[in-house]
């Protein structure tokens, strides 16, 4: 791979994980506020908050600590591929067990948390029918899935064809087959 396909891959890969943490911060900054200053009062009726807006703060937080970290020279590339691709991977997984769960009825017997928006919800069937309602009556919701579906095949291809992290053998194997099909 040349080395203006690779930034461009690497600058695409940024925007991704921006915009992923961006609507992380988006969704779970404002009601992980109001949990907070609400806890109290809703431990004390038994009832637990939903989780999300704290994992998604905390989501986001890491995506957007990777960015930093790599210019900082704390973590390699190899890593950071390595790395954004097992969270982006982690954050559909999450979206899926969400919905295929129940909207936290596992959390406390008989406890549903509001959906996101939209409607559309169809309870009972296959997980992947209730996956594939969401993702087509949810439209933010499969927007964000769709760029971080692209951001794994992205850093999938960094970790693949990056000639910054392919050993020396490699490379030029690479590098030789890019120019050959130019």
Do not use: C
């Not at 109001?34 to 109290?40: G, L, R, S």
Request: hydrophobic letters at 50%; zero cysteines; proline letters at 5%.
């Amino acid at each position: 791979m040349d080395r203006r396909t690779t930034k461009l891959l690497r600058g695409t890969a940024a925007t991704l994980v921006f915009a992923t943490a961006a609507f992380h911060l988006w969704w779970g900054l404002p009601r992980s506020i109001i949990y907070a200053q609400a806890i109290e009062g809703l431990f004390g009726r038994g009832l637990p908050p939903d989780p999300r807006p704290f994992l998604f703060v905390a989501f986001a937080a890491v995506l957007l600590a990777g960015p930093y970290l790599i210019t900082r020279g704390i973590v390699g590339l190899r890593n950071a591929y390595i790395a954004g691709t097992v969270l982006m991977i982690a954050s559909i997984a999450g979206w899926v067990f969400w919905h295929a769960t129940g909207h936290g009825a596992f959390l406390v017997d008989g406890f549903s948390a509001p959906s996101s928006g939209g409607g559309g919800h169809h309870h009972g069937g296959s997980t992947a029918l209730l996956i594939l309602d969401h993702f087509t009556t949810e439209p933010v919701e499969s927007a964000i899935k769709t760029i971080e579906a692209f951001a794994v095949t992205i850093f999938v291809t960094l970790l693949w064809k990056d000639p910054a992290i392919i050993p020396g053998e490699r490379r030029e194997n690479v590098e030789s087959n890019a120019s050959s099909e130019s």
